[in-house]
T-cell receptor, first 112, second 114 residues
Framework: EDKVVQSPLSLVVHEGDTVTLNCSYE??????LLWYKQEKKAPTFLFML????IEKKSGRLSSILDKKELSSILNITATQTGDSAIYLC????????????FGQGTRLTINP | DGGITQSPKYLFRKEGQNVTLSCEQN?????MYWYRQDPGQGLRLIYY???????QKGDIAEGYSVSREKKESFPLTVTSAQKNPTAFYLC?????????????FGEGSRLTVL
């Protein structure tokens, strides 16, 4: 059975801290790993990592894919209250349509 | 602006009633998807469609039905056969069957069964 597991499920830190969110996966025919941020309703895309692009960075956010360990991390440095959200990890697998298997999500709370 | 529009945002249903959630996209995407989100769980795929007049079951299709008569529209019907329909429903789309990019999501519809 294909599955994606995220940890921790919940994390509370102070503004300015650095956080690392984890995602591990077991899927057949891995194609890519994606990170999304869900603040209220619609998840918004952050990164997509594939065999040809295992590290991505955008401002204070960065992500690395470890295909050997079947895992990925999402780092956020100098956190701000606006980073508070649920962070979703998803893995695309198989042929054809972009069928994603999602993890449970990590609820990140940044306190001022 | 291009995007995905879901309606209604909130919906209340009595047990035994069918309800239909609307999803419209103007991104000219070929593929569309319906996901269900429950507290503490990840998104789970209900149905998806890669082209007009064709769709496939996802992981939790029982008690749901869809249609894809137009490229822009992918409505989801929650039938009375769905035993636990209270959830947050997200519609998404992707281009070129999604092989090259990410999914774009709508704002979601929250269904509550009374």
């Amino acid at each position: 059975e294909d599955k994606v597991v995220q940890s921790p499920l919940s994390l509370v830190v102070h503004e300015g801290d650095t956080v690392t969110l984890n995602c591990s996966y077991e899927v057949t025919n891995f194609r890519s790993l994606l990170w999304y941020k869900q603040e209220k309703k619609a998840p918004t895309f952050l990164f997509m990592l594939t065999s040809s692009g295992i590290e991505k960075k955008s401002g204070r956010l960065s992500s690395i894919l470890d295909k050997k360990e079947l895992s990925s991390i999402l780092n956020i440095t100098a956190t701000q209250t606006g980073d508070s959200a649920i962070y979703l990890c998803a893995v695309a697998h198989g042929q054809g349509a972009q069928k994603l298997v999602f993890g449970q999500g990590t609820r990140l709370t940044i306190n001022p | 602006d291009g995007g995905i529009t879901q309606s209604p945002k909130y919906l209340f249903r009595k047990e035994g009633q069918n309800v239909t959630l609307s999803c419209e996209q103007n991104l000219n995407h070929d593929a569309m998807y319906w996901y269900r989100q429950d507290p503490g769980q990840g998104l789970r795929l209900i149905y998806y469609s890669q082209i007009v007049n064709d769709f496939q079951k996802g992981d939790i299709a029982e008690g749901y039905s869809v249609s894809r008569e137009k490229k822009e529209s992918f409505p989801l019907t929650v039938t009375s056969a769905q035993k636990n329909p209270t959830a947050f429903y997200l519609c998404a789309s992707s281009s070129a069957g999604g092989r090259t990019g990410e999914l774009f999501f709508g704002e979601g519809s929250r269904l509550t069964v009374l």
